[in-house]
């Protein structure tokens, strides 16, 4: 799928595969699995969970299947 820093925040997204850049340019890939006040959190696959605001973030959708 295409990069995106802009989207509807919502709960939506719940499920769904992304990559997420983090500083130096390295990205993380993940599933979101909530979504609470605004702010989405993102299960990486090494096990490290974060929340978001995902439209602060550069990120990109992956298939369902990718993990990187």
Do not use: F, M, P
């Not at 974060?50 to 990109?60: A, C, F, Q, S």
């Amino acid at each position: 799928d295409q990069a995106s820093n802009k989207y509807d925040n919502d709960k939506s997204h719940i499920g769904r595969r992304l990559r997420v850049r983090w500083k130096g340019n390295v990205c993380y890939s993940g599933t979101i699995t909530a979504y609470s006040h605004g702010r989405h959190t993102v299960a990486y696959d090494d096990g490290d969970v974060r929340e978001y605001v995902l439209g602060d973030k550069t990120i990109v959708w992956l298939d369902e299947n990718e993990a990187d």
